[in-house]
């Protein structure tokens, strides 16, 4: 088989389906972690998803006491509720439902999460983001922007895809910027028997997480195959994702971001290059250097 020429369009089919693993986080809270763990390690240069959805407050009220972060970004995306962030250096706020907080932690921040809620649902995601070698000791910053600063881009069949990072193949640019990874970000609502097509840069590493309904696509083998919904579909090569209502409306978040292609070491809330920068971490935060 030959390619026809440079701008060719190559299928991006899935090649890993992911379940994820329930884990226990923060001072008890629930959540299903789809990488960062045995199935998927990693997915370069992303580090760990966790998802979450409760209404059980059992599940979440306990929240995220004060911890430290060093070398990566935190990623909150709330479906559904309330979380108060507060940090050591003086920053708080409040992440409400449809709202994007990316936190670089940088050379470190000691920071709380914890519900801003005593019922009700709590959904959302966090997703951690590598920072390259040359930035992991950066100053800590955040890109905060609630659901009304997200753009909408509409596209035919009452398509939705409300854009977080990066800019679609249409050009709407979402809020985030993040040069060090490029990564896109995308939240998109399909009505039944809806298509989505995207192209996402050839060398980045992506992901589809389904939150509701069934999603079609095609597998390595280039058969459709079904990611049913809590599901992560991992991306293959190619240059479009191409995406499907299988059944219901669906909703999912499309991701995607350049690897680094750099070792990773981590060490509980810190993630560097090296194990002795992940002991200086920890012996940095013991003394007190984080703030
Ligand atoms: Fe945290």
């Keep these: 088989m030959s390619s026809h020429s440079t701008g060719s369009s190559s299928p ?9 693993a329930r884990v226990t986080e923060g001072a008890g809270v629930k959540l299903r972690r789809l990488i960062g763990q045995p199935e998927l390690p990693m997915l370069d240069p ?35 509720g309330r979380v108060r962030h507060r940090d050591s250096a003086g920053h708080e706020g409040v992440i409400e439902a449809g709202g994007i907080q990316w936190m670089t932690a ?7 999460e914890m519900p801003e ?31 009304d600063r997200l753009p909408l881009e509409r ?13 679609t193949s249409r050009g709407t640019r979402g809020p985030v910027v993040q040069p060090l990874t490029e990564p896109l970000y995308l939240d998109v609502l399909l009505p039944p028997g809806a298509r989505f097509v995207e192209a996402l840069p050839t060398a980045h590493n992506g992901f589809v997480y389904v939150v509701t309904g069934t999603v079609g696509s095609s597998g390595d083998d280039g058969r459709p195959l079904r990611l049913e ?27 995607a971001g350049r690897p680094l292609d750099e070792p990773v070491a ?3 809330p810190f993630v560097m290059n090296t194990a002795a920068e992940i002991e200086q971490a920890f012996d940095d935060y013991r003394q007190g250097r984080f703030q």
């Design 12 to 20: 991006r089919r899935i090649t890993r389906i992911v379940t994820g």
């Design 46 to 80: 992303f580090l760990m998803l966790d998802a979450f959805r409760s209404d059980d407050p059992g599940d979440y009220i306990a929240g995220f006491p004060p911890h430290p972060h060093r070398g990566f970004e935190a990623v909150t995306y709330l479906l559904a």
């Design 266 to 268: 981590r060490g509980g």
């Design 155 to 167: 596209r035919d069949g009452d398509v939705e895809v409300k854009v977080i990072a990066g800019t």
């Design 229 to 255: 919904s809590d599901r992560l579909g991992v991306l293959g090569r190619g240059t479009d994702v191409e995406l499907w209502a299988e059944q219901g409306p669906v909703r999912f978040l499309l991701v």
């Design 106 to 112: 940088g050379r470190g921040i000691v920071h709380s």
């Design 117 to 147: 809620q005593e019922d009700g649902l709590l959904q959302g995601f966090q997703l951690w983001v590598n920072l390259p070698a040359r930035h992991k000791m950066d100053r800590p910053a955040y890109q905060e922007h609630g659901a």
